[in-house]
C-alpha cells in the first residue's frame, strides 16, 4: 500500500538558517510527488511537484526539493528560512492510475527564530 | 475569481444534529475532494468526484454523505453528528487529467459537543 512518511513532527530553525524537511515514501512505480503549505488558519498551498525528468525541482518562494529514486525520498530546501516560512508542511505521494487521488503525510511544523 | 470557496467558516453542533458544508469552486475543475485534519493525522479523503453527478469514498466515508449535483458545488452532509467528527474540513478541486495539483478552500472548523 502506497504510504507518506514525515519523520520530523516539528523542527526549529533560526531566521536565515537554512532547512530540510524529510519525507519518505512507499510506492511500487514512479510516484508524482507534491509539497504543500499551510500557514496557520489557512488552506493547503502547492509548493513544488514532481511527475518525471530532472529530479530536482524548484517551487515557489525559494523552495526546491529532490527525488531520490535510491531512497525513496522527497526531501523539501531551502537555503536561507525567513520567519514567515514559519508554518506546516505536508508531503503527498499521487497515484498513478488512480483518478487524481493523494494521499498525505502527517505533515512538519516548522517554527523559526528570530 | 473566489476560487475554492467553504461554507461555513465555523461551526458547533450537539451531538445528533445534521448540517451540509457546501465547497464551491469557479475554477470550471472537474474533480472535486473533502478531506478532514485532525492533529498529527495529516489530511484524511472523505469523499470524492470526478464529475458532476459522481461520487466516491475516499478513505474515511462513514458518517458522511455527499452530493455533486452540480458542477461547481459539493456538498458534505453530516446526517447525525458524533464527537469523532470534531475536525477541520477542508475542500479541494482538481482540473480534469487528473493531473494531481489540487486546490484547497480555506477550511470549516467543526466542533461537536
Known amino acids: 500500500a502506497q504510504s507518506v512518511t514525515q519523520p520530523d513532527i516539528h523542527i526549529t530553525v533560526s531566521e536565515g538558517a537554512s532547512l530540510e524537511l524529510r519525507c519518505n515514501y512507499s510506492?511500487?512505480?514512479?510516484?508524482?510527488l507534491f509539497w504543500y503549505v499551510q500557514s496557520p488558519g489557512q488552506g493547503l498551498q502547492l509548493l513544488l511537484k514532481?511527475?518525471?525528468?530532472?529530479?530536482l525541482v524548484q517551487g515557489i518562494k525559494g523552495f526546491e526539493a529532490e527525488f531520490k529514486r535510491s531512497q525513496s525520498s522527497f526531501n523539501l530546501r531551502k537555503p536561507s528560512v525567513h520567519w514567515s516560512d514559519a508554518a506546516e508542511y505536508f508531503c503527498?505521494?499521487?497515484?498513478?492510475?488512480?483518478?487524481?487521488?493523494?494521499?498525505f503525510g502527517k505533515g512538519t511544523k516548522l517554527s523559526v527564530k528570530p | 475569481n473566489a476560487g475554492v470557496t467553504q461554507t461555513p467558516k465555523f461551526r458547533v453542533l450537539k451531538t445528533g444534529q445534521s448540517m451540509t458544508l457546501l465547497c464551491a469552486q469557479d475554477?470550471?475543475?472537474?474533480?472535486m475532494y473533502w478531506y478532514r485534519q485532525d492533529p498529527g493525522m495529516g489530511l484524511r479523503l472523505i469523499h470524492y468526484?470526478?464529475?458532476?453527478?459522481?461520487?466516491a469514498k475516499g478513505e474515511v466515508p462513514d458518517g458522511y454523505n455527499v452530493s455533486r449535483l452540480k458542477k461547481q458545488n459539493f456538498l458534505l452532509g453530516l446526517e447525525s453528528a458524533a464527537p469523532s467528527q470534531t475536525s477541520v474540513y477542508f475542500c479541494?478541486?482538481?482540473?480534469?487529467?487528473?493531473?494531481?495539483?489540487?486546490?484547497f478552500g480555506p477550511g470549516t472548523r467543526l466542533t461537536v459537543t
Open positions: 510506492y511500487g512505480a514512479t510516484p508524482y
Open positions: 514532481y511527475f518525471s525528468g530532472d529530479t
Open positions: 468526484s470526478v464529475g458532476e453527478g459522481t461520487t
Open positions: 479541494a478541486t482538481q482540473p480534469r487529467g487528473p493531473t494531481y495539483e489540487q486546490y
Open positions: 503527498a505521494v499521487g497515484a498513478r492510475g488512480s483518478q487524481g487521488n493523494l494521499i
Open positions: 475554477m470550471n475543475h472537474e474533480y
